[in-house]
């Protein structure tokens, strides 16, 4: 199985509860997709599980969004694949805490 290094942008919020600076790069093993990236971020950060996504249906919550190549990837299938720059680690892929207002 092939493995790929991506790169994650988080909120600073997720970042400070991970306790990280920066970007984080991950391993994720096989196809690049929204959902193999969620899964590599909780295997390497445990206390972000339930945070991005919901612990049991592993659906997105609510006020998350995925972007990749500054594309909104939000609404993808979990297992679609990503673009190759997200897989190569060309493009980071970003996790954006949603913004309201009015």
Not at 2 to 11: F, I, K, S
Not at 40 to 65: K, S
């Amino acid at each position: 199985m092939t493995a790929a290094t991506v790169r994650v942008l988080l909120p600073h919020h997720l970042r400070t509860l991970a306790r990280v600076d920066g970007e984080l790069r991950l391993e994720v093993r096989g196809p690049v997709t929204i959902a193999s990236i969620l899964d590599a971020i909780e295997a390497a950060h445990p206390m972000l599980r339930g945070t991005i996504r919901e612990h049991v249906t592993q659906r997105r919550r609510a006020r998350i969004r995925f972007f990749a190549n500054a594309e909104d990837v939000t609404h993808l299938p979990p297992d679609a694949r990503l673009p190759d720059a997200i897989a190569s680690g060309a493009e980071p892929f970003q996790v954006i805490g949603a913004i309201a207002g009015g």
